[in-house]
């Protein structure tokens, strides 16, 4: 089978300084990969190289159809929270504007999207101003956006970046359910926990494709080690990978600059002390 | 009553209030947009880069509007990819871009110092001078802004949202953002008569941020802060009238009276829930 997305020696640089050289990379129908990296590692510029919005200096990228339908979740960092929209008006975002030259909605637009906030389990909280949702719900919501385009690859920038544990397992679930059925996934992260656990395919980058295969292969301590540059522990029980960075040498006393007077506080004392008073009895 | 008909008996006032009411409603329609995107500075900006412009077409003897849009369209045009493109920031941009081009104008008005009393007009505003050439431009570019945002709607609110993203979900970013620094520059052209080069960047901005503060809603924030402009276009006018100062002045004054309560009264608002809903953790 063709892949649709294709990167022959693709090399990129900003300036004279080089991010990424020689990538060889193959994104086949139904595929889940994970790229992953230390910081600097060029992960997303390589997203962005794939979805055309940087030029590679060397090498070539092609898709199978100049009209394969990609979508893009991109850092959580990136989005202004203060802009005055709604989850909704969020994922109507994702449409075919050329779909629909008015400037309200359809009522079929308005539903397929209550349809895939409600799938997220979100459909609740659609007319909310995206301020006031948690880093897991903002997180489903450009999900949500992105699936609303019903797209062929969906491509995703550290998904998991400021949101709890329990919402980064949430979304990888909801990744693999969509790899289940069928969509091709590439994403970034730097959780390679999650990464271990749920992504089937890894690329283990810095500026280079350090490696690249199964977690069970890539989550070894020589080949992250040649990744980050560091001393790597990797933990195997059943099917499950645990990925640590070996801890620094030294214990808390090193860290502290100076020995603190009377000794630390004892946080469990202050925590059991402490009452909640209403502001507006007080008063 | 008569205090409010007596104004109109004046053809220059009622040249300058249908001027001001469709100024004032324009500038706060595109200036959601630029307060949003973070280019406040954009509109004071351009405003003093057109002046340069308009300094040229005098001196080439070409139209004004047409020598004045044209350099304004390029100025925004070059904002904008220099923001794109480069790592310098809008603020930045906007600074070089438009204080050259302001610097060019004076400095061709201290050299041919024959035409320096009329282009105080320009930089402070004049309502006597508002002409039915003025108002034919005035609406035209009204009707151009209104029909681009209207059929556009959706794709200025994505490029304005984020726009990498946006041209991943196919929208044409680099189409919608020159269409809008041409709108933007034909609204400052239009504008200028009435507002002065140096209003201008108020009345895009304060009527946005002032609604801002009101709504979280964007079509909501779009249609107030219009009705707002156009309300302090016609207010201005009549405070203009009536106590003698120039029509900008009075207008953006009076936004910035509103924006002040708007302030307060939202300042007060979230005080009030602070101390209701907040609780206060501490020993006893």
Known sequence: ??????????????????????????????????????????????????????????GQIQRVRPDLRITYVP???????????????VVLMGLDHRQNIWPWPRRRERKRAREILDRLEIGHLAERHIRDLSGGQQQRVFLARALVADPEVLVLDEPTTGVDVRSAENIFHWLTVLNKEGMTILLTTHD????????????CLNRRIVAQGSPQDIFTEEILGDAYKGDFIVIRQDDLIFVQQRPHPHGLNDVLPHPVEGGMPNHDNLVNNAQPVSASKEA | MDVLLAPFQYEFFR????????VGGLCALIGVYIVLRGMSFIGHGLSHAVFGGAVVAFILQFNFYVGAVSWGFVAALLINQTVRKTTISADAAIGVVTTASFALGVALISRYRRFSQSFDA???????????????????????????????????????????????????????????????????????QIMGVTMIGAALVVPPITIRLLTDSFHRLMIYSTILGALTGLIGMYLSFYVDVSSGASIVLLQSILFCLALFYVSRIRNKRRLVETPVYGPT
């Open chain 1, 1 to 58: 089978m063709n892949p649709l997305i294709e990167l022959n020696g693709v090399a990129f640089g900003y300036g004279s300084f080089n991010v990424l050289d020689d990538i060889d990379l193959h994104l086949h129908p139904g595929q889940f990969v994970g790229l992953v990296g230390p910081s600097g590692a060029g992960k997303t510029s390589l997203l962005k190289l794939i979805l055309t919005l940087l030029t590679p200096g060397e």
């Open chain 2, 122 to 192: 320009a930089l402070f505003g004049n309502v006597l001078g508002v002409t039915p050439m003025d108002i034919a431009v005035i609406v035209f570019v009204t009707l151009a802004a209104t029909f681009m945002i209207f059929f556009f709607y959706k794709q200025l609110l994505f490029t304005t949202f984020n726009t990498e993203v946006a041209q991943v979900y196919g929208v044409p970013t680099f189409w919608i953002e020159t269409w809008f620094a041409l709108i933007l520059a034909a609204v400052i052209i239009a504008a200028v």
């Open chain 2, 15 to 22: 040249n300058g209030t249908i001027a001001a009411v469709l």
């Open chain 1, 75 to 89: 850092q959580i960092e990136t989005v202004d929270w203060s802009f005055p929209v709604t989850a909704e008006e």
């Open chain 1, 192 to 203: 390679l926990n999650m990464a271990a656990a749920h992504v089937p395919w890894v690329v």
